[in-house]
T-cell receptor, first 113, second 107 residues
């Protein structure tokens, strides 16, 4: 079975631009979560979606938004990029998102210049 | 929110040595996972262990939820064990990660 997939793998943007990152969960998983990992730190929770509804949001500005589609894939959008948005963006999927194993994708490395 | 602390922050081992990594958390949780992050950034699930003990080959983990800590044991370490080990926990729908233990296993 395929694991969690993310695209693109790498991305370079300039300050002020907008970016869209994509995630496909493991087949049968209905929950998708997004995390940001800056160099030298652990991942930080951004969003969780379950059955197309936002279930949780971390301490990130409104420039960050996400959505989940009927096939349970998800997009993370970041507007008005700042240098500090440079990070590894990780997507995780699980069956229901509560009290169970979460499986992570390979991530998208975003560099903002 | 919940606080997660890991120790030690860095660890260098000779191949074949054993080690214990510790994760302390500040509140009751129903969800604890251990991950290994490889040099390419992939987070690999090691254990989902909200309580009790589990073993998988050379790795084992124990969580004592009432005392708010978890331990990851690595026996007979190999160079491929190098990387960053994270524990992550939290209630409900989000994981809070510790700052990780950077492990380097040398020949």
């Amino acid at each position: 079975d395929a694991g969690v997939t993310q695209s693109p793998t790498h991305l370079i943007k300039t300050r002020g631009q907008q970016v869209t990152l994509r995630c496909s969960p493991i087949s049968g998983h209905k929950s998708v979560s997004w995390y940001q990992q800056v160099l030298g730190q652990g991942p930080q929770f951004i969003f969780q979606y379950y059955e197309k509804e936002e279930r949780g949001r971390g301490n990130f500005p409104d420039r960050f938004s996400a959505r989940q589609f009927p096939n349970y894939s998800s997009e993370l959008n970041v507007n008005a990029l700042l240098l500090g948005d440079s990070a590894l963006y990780l997507c995780a999927s699980s069956l229901t998102g509560i009290g169970e194993t979460q499986y992570f994708g390979p991530g998208t490395r975003l560099l903002v210049l | 929110g919940i606080q997660v602390e890991q120790s030690p922050p860095d660890l260098i081992l000779q191949e074949g040595a054993n080690s214990t990594l510790r994760c302390n958390f500040s509140d009751s949780v129903n969800n604890l996972q251990w991950f290994h992050q490889n040099p390419w950034g992939q987070l690999i699930n090691l254990f989902y262990i909200p309580s009790g003990t589990k073993q998988n080959g050379r790795l084992s983990a124990t969580t004592v939820a009432t005392e708010r800590y978890s331990l990851l044991y690595i026996s007979s370490s190999q160079t491929t064990d190098s990387g960053v080990y994270f524990c992550a926990t939290g209630g409900g729908n989000k994981l809070t990660f510790g700052t990780g233990t950077q492990l380097k296993v040398e020949l």
